[in-house]
């Protein structure tokens, strides 16, 4: 088949490959336009799947918008019988969906209708959803509304993390958009619509939702960091040699024990939550790298019995306003 790409991300490389390998005619590759980067932001940052598609040997467009004129003339003179879009994080307007015969697929990381939107594996994380999933659907104009024609469906276990899942994900996508467009091809690519209940918005995570509120329950804290992990990571103040300093926390696991909400009861690094407590797994201090939430009071002995707070506050307990996912 004939088949324009639309992604950006990593999740959205091994579908773009995938698809090459199996054959089919992969005419030309859109994704965001290269950015500054690195560490101190002087390179020029490339988008993995313009990095992929220039392996590939593909012709990459970058446009900023797809609603002038000028880019739909572009796009319709590939004459792409579909369109394969995964993650692309730009609107597409009418035009372009009808363009193409078998019009525009998209790959979405939830089981629609749940989850619609922009951070679908983190808001089931966060939501202590017991799974997730794949689905492959026919694109609309409104977000996430398309009928679906495949679907697979993943158990999110509890030490699953944001980054862990989405790896998952991403290698199930290209496997089923393979099936789809095979089915497709062949005309036996059913697509059923999505129901109207059970509807909820995977809103973009906001900065204001990684410090971690010690006074909830120790699942959901876990589910909240896990779910904000690798990025952009959850975290909480601890006074360090008299200076407030920032920990990330990537993973963590619940245990039995007891106390006051954010207080460190042992040189385990276990942290007690407002029923239970958490025992960190992996953790990062300021200008560190990741290490194990033992290292991080490793000789700082004095931190046994500290409690995690607020900058600029005594060693109180939290108290921060968490978003509902829905």
């Known amino acids: 088949?004939?088949?324009?790409?639309?992604g950006a991300p990593e999740f959205a490389v091994p579908t773009l490959r995938a698809i090459f390998r199996d054959g089919h005619a992969v005419l030309a590759v859109y994704t965001r336009s290269p950015k500054p980067g690195g560490r101190r932001g002087l390179e020029i940052k490339k988008t993995p799947v313009h990095e992929a598609a220039e392996l590939l040997r593909i012709p990459v467009l970058t446009p900023a918008t797809l609603k002038s004129e000028a880019e739909r003339d572009v796009f319709r003179s590939h004459?792409?019988?579909?369109?394969?879009?995964v993650a692309y994080g730009l609107l597409l307007p009418t035009q372009i969906l009808e363009a193409p015969r078998g019009g525009c697929l998209n790959l979405h990381a939830s089981l629609l209708p749940r989850w619609r939107?922009?951070?679908?594996?983190?808001r089931a994380i966060i939501a202590g959803d017991v799974d997730t999933g794949v689905?492959?659907?026919?694109?609309?104009e409104r977000l996430d509304t398309g009928p679906v024609g495949l679907r697979e469906v993943v158990p999110i276990q509890p030490e699953d993390t944001a980054g862990a899942v989405t790896r998952r994900l991403a290698e199930i996508a290209a496997k089923l958009t393979v099936r789809g467009l095979n089915a497709m091809e062949h005309g036996s690519l059913e697509f059923r619509e999505q129901s109207s209940f059970?509807?909820?918005?995977?809103?973009k995570i906001g900065k204001d939702e990684a410090e971690i509120d010690w006074t909830r329950g120790a699942v959901e804290i876990r589910n909240h960091?896990?779910?904000?992990?690798?990025?952009?990571?959850?975290?909480?103040n601890l006074s360090i040699g008299g200076r407030l300093e920032r920990i990330k926390i990537l993973r963590a696991e619940v245990t039995g024990a007891n106390g006051t909400p954010g207080t460190i009861l042992d040189d385990e690094m276990t942290v007690a939550c407002g029923d239970g407590a958490i025992r960190i797994i992996e953790g990062q201090r300021a200008g560190r790298a990741a290490m194990p939430g033992p290292d991080i009071v490793r000789g700082e002995q004095a931190l046994l019995g500290a409690t995690f707070?607020?900058?600029?506050?005594?060693?109180s307990p939290l108290q921060v306003q968490f978003q509902d996912p829905s």
């Open 1 to 6: 088949m004939r088949i324009v790409f639309m």
């Open 117 to 122: 939107g922009a951070a679908p594996i983190q």
């Open 79 to 85: 004459a792409p019988d579909v369109v394969v879009v």
């Open 198 to 203: 059970g509807v909820c918005y995977a809103h």
């Open 309 to 315: 707070m607020r900058a600029g506050k005594s060693s």
């Open 135 to 140: 689905d492959l659907m026919q694109m609309k």
């Open 225 to 236: 960091i896990h779910g904000l992990s690798p990025r952009p990571g959850s975290f909480s």
